[in-house]
């Protein structure tokens, strides 16, 4: 009998006990996320800069903002209101200039992807329009299989596959399509980044006064 009190005493205490906790309220949180490879280590505004390779001036860029990541994996910079790239040889003469809308430079894999509206223009006429672009420093590459289009002084090129040499003088263009894909003014520049209209190999030296930034 006094074993059977005992379990009874102990059934309804663990009973109690259990009805009081489920009739609390609990608050459940939830450990806050923290994502420290979306945010940038560095942000700029109103880039005017020179990129520089073992003591050679390279290019300059010019862009409304800049963003450096060196946490996210491959490190990055990121150009998210466009970018105007004006390219050097070893005499600091212009070569060519890059435009588009957002731009990311993998920094550490020296690769470029170019989106919106691309241009490229080189000293020696030709003229190079697409949605998409893509350039590897290390083996002086760049492609697209968006729909290019591509002129020179003697010809005029489209398609929706490209790959040239980084200086654009040895390129080919596959999988011809119409040119009506584009109208004229999408291609429209941003005035901020407008290249001169001054023959492309005439700039004066004295513009290279900037910041220069060693890679």
């Given at each position: 009998?006094?074993?059977?009190?005992?379990?009874?005493?102990?059934?309804?205490?663990?009973?109690?006990?259990l009805?009081?906790?489920?009739?609390?309220?609990?608050?459940?949180t939830?450990?806050?996320?923290?994502?420290?490879d979306?945010?940038?280590?560095m942000?700029?505004?109103g880039?005017?800069?020179?990129?520089?390779?073992?003591?050679?001036i390279?290019?300059?860029?010019?862009?409304?903002?800049?963003?450096?990541?060196?946490?996210?994996r491959?490190?990055?910079?990121?150009?998210?209101?466009?970018i105007l790239l004006t390219?050097?040889?070893?005499k600091?003469?212009?070569?060519?200039?890059?435009?588009?809308?957002?731009?990311?430079?993998?920094?550490?894999?020296?690769k470029?992807?170019?989106r919106?509206?691309?241009?490229i223009?080189?000293?020696?006429?030709?003229n190079?329009?697409?949605?998409?672009?893509?350039?590897?420093?290390?083996?002086?590459?760049?492609w697209?299989?968006?729909?290019?289009?591509?002129?020179?002084p003697?010809?005029e090129?489209?398609?929706n596959w490209?790959k040239?040499?980084?200086?654009m003088?040895?390129?080919?263009?596959r999988?011809?399509?119409?040119?009506?894909?584009?109208?004229?003014?999408?291609?429209?520049?941003?005035?901020?980044?407008?290249?001169?209209?001054?023959?492309?190999?005439?700039?004066?030296?004295?513009r290279?006064?900037?910041?220069?930034?060693?890679?």
């Open positions: 009998m006094g074993a059977s009190k005992s379990f009874i005493f102990l059934f309804l205490t663990a009973f109690f006990v009805l009081e906790s489920c009739s609390e309220e609990h608050e459940h939830a450990p806050a996320i923290h994502d420290r979306s945010v940038a280590t942000t700029t505004y880039v005017n800069t020179l990129i520089s390779d073992s003591g050679i390279k290019y300059r860029i010019v862009a409304e903002e800049w963003e450096v990541n060196e946490k996210k491959p490190s990055r910079w990121t150009f998210n209101k466009g390219q050097f040889d070893l600091k003469h212009v070569t060519g200039y890059i435009q588009c809308d957002t731009a990311t430079y993998f920094d550490q894999e020296r470029w992807e170019m919106g509206r691309v241009r223009l080189t000293a020696q006429g030709l190079f329009q697409s949605s998409e672009l893509y350039w590897d420093e290390q083996n002086h590459e760049i697209s299989y968006k729909y290019s289009h591509l002129r020179t003697d010809k090129l489209e398609g490209f040239s040499d980084e200086q003088t040895h390129y080919e263009i999988q011809t399509k119409g040119w009506t894909l584009f109208q004229k003014h999408d291609f429209s520049p941003n005035a901020a980044m407008t290249p001169p209209p001054m023959p492309i190999d005439s700039m004066p030296t004295d290279l006064n900037s910041t220069i930034t060693n890679r």
